[in-house]
């Protein structure tokens, strides 16, 4: 049996170790150390313990290393304007669903993912959206997830 908890501010470091596991995973090199996994640990840190939080993050344990995650699946809730499909205009994003690469295929992303859904049924948000990867992509497609109409576009703003 897989025991599933919600992330608290506590697991950050942690969560953002994950994100390295799968940003490195999707780009063939780990990235770099530096500014952004502070900034990414005080986001988590910031939002995870708040009572109306809009962040959750779902985690997995590692069995036999006490404070060292096995998995995890990350996401947030934004309000937009409603409209005919979407009349209360809340939409969730999925990201960072990730299982360190010593634990996978055990099921843990799943139940990850599944606890972070049941998130969002709790909260009434019927619209989830994410990015997949080509590993990824057949667990989202077996829990309902679908293509959607229309191109992504992305503008990448120069730093002031």
Known sequence: MITVR???????????????????????????????????????RDHLDAADATMAVFVVDAPERPGVLAACATGTVEQRLGGPANPDGRVGYVFNVVTDPGHRRRGYSRACLTALLDWYRDRGVRKIDLRASAEGEPLYRSLGFADVSGPTLRLSLPPS
């Open 6 to 44: 919600r992330a608290g501010g506590a697991d950050a470091a942690e969560i953002v170790r994950l994100r390295g596991v799968m940003l490195a995973s999707m780009s063939g090199t780990a990235p770099s150390p530096g500014p952004w996994q502070e900034a990414a640990r005080q986001v988590l």
